[in-house]
């Protein structure tokens, strides 16, 4: 609540702490490309991305659209069958049993490697994208989920037993709920995963899309474009998390009460 | 007249296999009686609480409620453990209403009559001292205000069977005897047959009609004590000689199960 905690950082110095120290690392990135004499074929600084990205306004807010629809597209996805494929195994030993070392299994697989595949069966456009994003992102959501589950106490589900309530019941009533702080935490880390899933799938695959005027910049060795188009990627990636951090905060409040991070 | 619970020659391993939880249990509770099970920890006195609720089945014996032989979670039946286990996502009041989204006819009746319901709650708060609380998060509630939302949820539903399985073990010694008041006054104004699974003889004493001793596991059943002291009891009642002798035999009946083990 108050800033006269000994050794503890007050709320304005948090506040500003994450700009400053951005505003640091760039600082020190163009210096040191200064003091050095870098080449900007090899390191551009800061000032000449910055350029490169004003030059470029056009097509970089273009492309990052189209990423982005990508993204949210695959990642859409990823949440219905995340959190269905979540439920099945949360709630049955059988499926948990069955299927847990095949998605393991997929999961391990680089998703790059899957893109050709897609390819094929796709064309270049935006369904290697999609699915890309898709199917490097729905992991996290089902394990999580499937925690969320599997984690219930035995005494609230002896409780609802003893009134009679479904297996069905308990989940809706108890396990869904109860794993959504677990399935929203998944959400950011799925987000930025469908992000890297769309990215590489564009770069391999699309005439559209971040990815795709990465691929074509380091083509044409425009080595300040591809940062341009690495700082948009970053951004973009910020404003994702960020998105699903508020909608985290705003859906789970109950389960986030601890002052452990003070 | 027939017994309300009634477990006869009971035996019960969990998973079917391996050394028995309870064995040979016989027990017979009337309706309306408040019934207490003492024993030391270990002794599977929560096992006789499944099995009274139909959570399990036992391998051996027989357990019938209300007549009928139980092959089912038994529906009428509301429990409060020593762990309040409200869901935090709910405010009080919606923990409270719970039970009535899943038995019948509330289950159906729920949306449409929500008012009703909603009133019913707020009464049962009111009656154990949580008026105006239903608001809050359980998680806003001290310990001993939850378990008491706790036993409110337990009965919300007007169940016919109240299974209570130490739920003042974790609240400090006042908490715990204003507690007993709660649910002596709960018992008293509704017509509901309770079974108090504890290891502390005084509240056993304080509370119960009928008080089941239990060896250490498996469980046995080593006596069986009937408690006369009328009602409506006053804590004072606590330390009267005729109090304390009971708990001294009952504290006898166990200490001696626990050097035979």
């Known amino acids: ?262 | 007249m027939s017994p309300f619970v009634a477990l006869a020659g009971v035996t019960h391993a969990y998973g079917g296999s391996g050394p028995p939880a309870v064995e040979g249990m016989t027990i017979s509770v009337n309706e309306g009686e408040f019934a207490a099970i003492v024993g030391p920890s270990g002794c599977g006195k929560s096992t006789v609480m499944k099995l009274a609720t139909g959570l399990q089945f036992p391998q051996a014996g027989k357990v019938v409620v209300a007549g009928k032989e139980v092959a089912a979670p038994v529906k009428i039946s509301g429990m409060a453990f020593q762990n309040p286990t409200l869901l935090p996502w709910r405010t009080t009041l919606d923990n409270l209403l719970l039970p009535l989204e899943i038995v019948q006819p509330h289950r159906s009746r729920l949306r449409r009559h929500r008012d009703e319901y909603v009133a019913r709650a707020q009464a049962l708060l009111e009656q154990v001292g949580l008026r105006g609380m239903g608001e809050k998060f359980p998680w806003q509630l001290s310990g001993g205000m939850q378990q008491r939302a706790s036993l409110c949820r337990a009965l919300i539903h007007e169940p016919q069977l109240l299974m209570l399985d130490e739920p003042f073990g974790a609240l400090d010694a006042f908490t715990r005897e204003e507690l007993w008041c709660v649910i002596r006054d709960l018992h008293a104004s509704r017509k509901v047959t309770v079974i108090l699974v504890t290891h502390d003889l005084r509240e056993a004493v304080f509370l119960a009609d009928r008080i089941f001793c239990m060896s250490a596991r498996p469980g046995r059943i080593i006596a069986e004590r009937e408690v006369h002291l009328p009602r409506p009891r006053d804590l004072e009642v606590t330390y009267t000689s005729q109090f304390i002798d009971i708990v001294h035999e009952l504290r006898a009946h166990i200490a001696h199960a626990r050097t035979t083990a």
């Open chain 1, 1 to 262: 609540m108050t800033s006269a905690v000994p050794g503890q950082p007050s709320k304005a110095v948090l506040a500003a702490a994450p700009w400053v120290f951005t505003i640091g690392f760039f600082l020190v990135w163009e210096i040191a490309c200064r003091a050095l004499a870098v080449s900007t074929f090899v390191l551009p600084p800061p000032s000449a991305i910055a350029k490169a990205m004003w030059e470029y306004r056009g097509p970089l807010a273009f492309h990052s659209a189209h990423t982005l629809w990508m993204t949210l597209a695959g990642f859409a996805l990823a949440v219905v069958t995340g959190l269905l494929l979540g439920i099945a195994l949360g709630a049955s030993k059988l499926v948990h049993a069955g299927t847990y070392p095949l998605l393991v299994a997929f999961n391990a697989i680089p998703k790059v490697a899957v893109v050709p595949i897609l390819v094929i069966w796709f064309g270049v456009g935006w369904a290697p994208a999609v699915l890309t994003a898709f199917l490097i992102s729905f992991f996290p959501i089902v394990v999580n989920v499937a925690t969320g589950l599997a984690t219930i106490e035995p005494e609230v589900e002896d409780v609802m037993r003893a009134l009679g309530a479904s297996k069905m019941d308990i989940i809706a009533k108890v396990g869904v709920p109860r794993s959504l702080p677990y399935f929203f935490g998944s959400l950011k880390v799925a987000i930025t995963l469908a992000y890297v899933g769309s990215v590489i799938a564009e770069y391999n695959a699309s005439n559209y899309g971040i990815g795709n005027l990465m691929a074509r910049a380091s083509a044409d060795f425009n080595v300040p474009l591809l940062f341009a188009a690495l700082v948009a990627l970053g951004v973009l990636g910020v404003i994702i998390y960020a998105a699903m951090a508020i909608l985290e905060r705003r859906t789970t409040g109950w389960a986030q009460r601890s002052n452990f991070a003070t």
